[in-house]
């Protein structure tokens, strides 16, 4: 008898919170949500890797706009164009902080960083350099030799792979992670640390590296204490010592080329580098321009920056090795433009608008970030006529969107010339791969420049083959981030007609 009474206090219990979940969501008009949403997890058994993809197939099935409830977090999911736009312009300002996480407390800084910082006057000022200092027009000038520098050495690179390799394979997203990495640090610091073969580094340059892996591994780990705080005394110490860990190694590392540049001739200012930058402005204001800002800015431009950039290069590259006629159409601009004496520059780029449309067509298909990062509410807002209380993570699945049979023809195709004559970018919110708004990628103009100018080069200067001729292998990883589970390697020769300006290389 008394296991009978418990099961039906269990069921009464059940059924309670269904009645009271179904009709309270109903009289409040939250967004529409799923059945069931269990006790205590809510609705975390539904989330599978790949996210973005089954974030996707739940809005083709359930709708555009959801709310979905993680653990103790309310989660409104977009999927549509005319909702991202409410989101990110008349509501851009309740949505412009970031979630509360373990990793953001202790990797972001929290203040100090500009990924993580609070919306207010010190995350608009970190915004302001970001913008200003670093990610303007001017700056990209002043960076121009050095991308100029490293071009060249991505060629002498490739061309002595080719030749010293037996099938001339060339392990094409090692050499593009070289090329940013050396390209960040320049900008940053002024070392260069990918100089020899490709995979060649010394010490300091494979600590480098590893701390970067580490820091992008542990981002990519979901912490479920974030969502579930009664399991944080359980689960939460090993997550965290390695966070703390990783912070230490991390800041041990940063600090020594600060302490570089102060045991050097002092702060000259007016140089490229960013730490005089902000060693310049920390002679004025040294309370607020700390050496932990100039540690996170640090991390923000290699973390964000290169990783992502070298992604969408590869996932490019892939893409034309697939489409040979593609290949070879954005080859016939370049050599129509600019020809066989000297190689793509800057100024070039304006007038090779097919390669533009070849990288937005492949930032369509294969977006960096999937999900745009993650932000939260900081009052309650109403987005599609549904109330959208204060605290709720907005996560807005731009793959999704980009792939939407509804907003675009054949959308699992690779097909550049959709951008053809298009001069904005993101038309109508459904293509912005970027983001959009206050916490858009403040390096998009530096990112979008440098894919141009490497592309063009390797377009310009070597004959690409796919290896054993089998299509390249497109399968995404299980990331949040769109990264490929082959990294992408191929065949690779100079071209006949380049042979002289590469010589002279």
């Not at 269904?18 to 009709?23: M, V």
């Not at 894919?451 to 001729?469: H, K, M, P, S």
Request: some cysteine; hydrophobic content about 40%.
């Amino acid at each position: 008898m008394e296991i009978l009474y418990l099961y039906m206090s269990l069921i009464f219990v059940v059924l309670s919170y269904l009645f009271t979940s179904h009709f309270g969501r109903k009289f409040s008009n939250l967004p529409p949500t799923i059945f069931p949403s269990l006790p205590v997890i809510g609705h975390l058994y539904l989330l599978k890797p790949p996210l973005h993809q089954t974030l996707a197939k739940l809005s083709i099935k359930h709708g555009p706009i959801l709310n979905l409830q993680l653990g103790s977090r309310h989660l409104l999911l977009i999927s549509s164009p005319s909702a991202s736009q409410e989101c990110f312009t008349k509501n851009d300002v309740i949505f412009t902080n970031r979630p509360h996480t373990l990793y953001g407390k202790i990797i972001g800084n929290n203040n100090t960083s500009l990924n993580w910082a609070p919306y207010g006057d010190n995350w608009r000022n970190l915004r302001r350099i970001a913008s200003t200092a670093l990610f303007s027009m001017h700056s990209r000038k002043e960076f121009h030799d050095i991308l100029v520098d490293e071009e060249k050495l991505l060629i002498r690179k490739i061309q002595n792979a080719s030749v010293s390799s037996v099938h001339s394979h060339v392990n094409v997203k090692a050499v593009l992670n070289e090329l940013m990495l050396n390209i960040m640090m320049r900008i940053i610091s002024g070392n260069r640390y990918f100089v020899g073969d490709i995979g060649a580094a010394d010490e300091e340059g494979k600590q480098f590296s590893e701390i970067l892996e580490e820091t992008f591994l542990l981002g990519m780990i979901p912490y479920l204490g974030d969502f579930l705080p009664f399991l944080r005394n359980f689960v939460q110490n090993g997550y965290k010592n390695k966070l703390i860990s990783l912070k230490n190694k991390r800041d041990i590392f940063f600090q020594g080329f600060i302490e570089q540049f102060r045991k050097s001739e002092g702060v000259v200012k007016n140089k490229k580098t960013m730490i005089q930058l902000l060693l310049s402005l920390q002679e004025s204001d040294p309370n607020y321009y700390t050496d932990e800002m100039i540690r996170s800015f640090m991390l923000i431009l290699l973390s964000a920056g290169s990783d992502t950039t070298t992604g969408t290069m590869e996932w490019c590259l892939s893409l034309l090795l697939n489409h040979p006629h593609v290949l070879q159409k954005s080859r016939n601009e370049i050599d129509r433009v600019i020809g066989k004496d000297r190689l793509v520059e800057e100024s070039d780029l304006v007038d090779l608008p097919y390669l533009r449309c070849i990288i937005n067509e492949t930032l369509r298909l294969y977006p960096p970030g999937p999900l745009l990062v993650p932000r939260e509410s900081s009052k309650d807002c109403v987005i599609g006529d549904y109330n959208v209380p204060r605290g709720t993570m907005l996560i807005v699945n731009q793959w999704s969107i980009q792939r939407d049979p509804k907003l675009w023809n054949d959308p699992e195709s690779f097909n550049p010339e959709r951008f053809e004559g298009l001069e904005g970018t993101r038309d109508g919110f459904k293509f912005m791969p970027f983001g959009f708004g206050r916490r858009s990628c403040p390096g998009e103009g530096l990112a979008l420049h440098v894919i141009e100018a490497t592309l063009g080069v390797l377009i310009q200067c070597f004959d690409w083959e796919r290896l054993n001729g089998k299509m390249v292998d497109m399968t995404e990883s299980l990331n949040f981030n769109l990264v490929k589970v082959e990294p992408l390697v191929a065949k690779c020769k100079p071209r006949a007609e380049m042979k002289n300006l590469l010589d002279q290389m």
